[in-house]
């Protein structure tokens, strides 16, 4: 079955250098969130998007933004890179459907992450 | 603000004994997850929990939700090596659109032989 596709997988980046993650979802699913996941932490939400409008945002830098383009696909846009930007960027899906899997709805799938390393 | 807390932050434990993880969330929650982490790797779901006293086993894992007191735990039965990974609850507070998840601290496992 399709997973969650992210790009690219590793970056690195010097500080004050941008960078732009993207996320590809299941197909059919129409919702998409980021996270942010620093060396030895638990991940933290930071913005989610529905029907390609914003959603929900969490602890999120004013430095970044993100949007859903039409075919689904998100991206997560990180300026003035600093050394604390330094971590895994995962990026999950839902649907928002009904019917036979209604249970399964809104459940979130990761994709594979992207390590960024800014130096 | 939904919290939530795992505990253990860090177990070492011999091949083939039980142990049990606890998480604790602070408001109301629709669903709730474990995940397994590998170093680096991505979250790989073990668990959706959906109800008040929802019990699911895979291998020598279990899970059971308590929503009245807020609590779910992953049991380990006869830990074996490869069980060796951080494992994180998160809580959905509703099941709603777009609704994010609320990770606890995570507990890393270390399986010795």
């Known amino acids: 079955a399709a997973g969650v596709i992210q790009s690219p997988r590793h970056l690195i980046k010097e500080k004050r250098e941008t960078a732009t993650l993207k996320c590809y979802p299941i197909p059919r699913h129409d919702t998409v969130y980021w996270y942010q996941q620093g060396p030895g932490q638990d991940p933290q939400f930071l913005i989610s998007?529905?029907?390609?409008?914003?959603?929900d945002k969490g602890s999120i830098p004013d430095r970044f933004s993100a949007q859903q383009f039409s075919d689904y696909h998100s991206e997560l846009n990180m300026s003035s890179l600093e050394l604390g930007d330094s971590a895994l960027y995962f990026c999950?899906?839902?649907?928002?459907?009904?019917?036979?899997?209604?249970?399964?709805?809104?459940?979130?799938?990761f994709g594979p992450g992207t390590r960024l390393t800014v130096l | 603000e939904l919290k939530v807390e795992q505990n253990p932050l860090f177990l070492s434990m011999q091949e083939g004994k039980n142990y049990t993880i606890y998480c604790n969330y602070s408001?109301?929650?629709?669903?709730l997850y474990w995940y397994r982490q590998d170093p680096g790797k991505s979250l790989e779901s073990l668990f959706v929990l959906l109800s008040n006293g929802a019990v699911k086993q895979e291998g020598r894992l279990m899970a059971s939700l308590d929503t009245k007191a807020r609590l779910s735990t992953l049991h380990i039965t006869a830990a074996v090596h490869d069980l060796s990974a951080t494992y994180f609850c998160?809580?959905?507070?509703?099941?709603?659109?777009?609704?994010?998840?609320?990770f606890g601290t995570g507990t890393r496992l270390q399986v010795t032989l």
């Open positions: 408001t109301t929650s629709d669903r």
């Open positions: 998160a809580a959905q507070p509703y099941t709603g659109t777009a609704s994010k998840l609320t």
């Open positions: 998007f529905y029907e390609k409008m914003q959603s």
């Open positions: 999950a899906s839902s649907s928002s459907g009904t019917g036979p899997r209604l249970n399964r709805n809104n459940e979130q799938f």
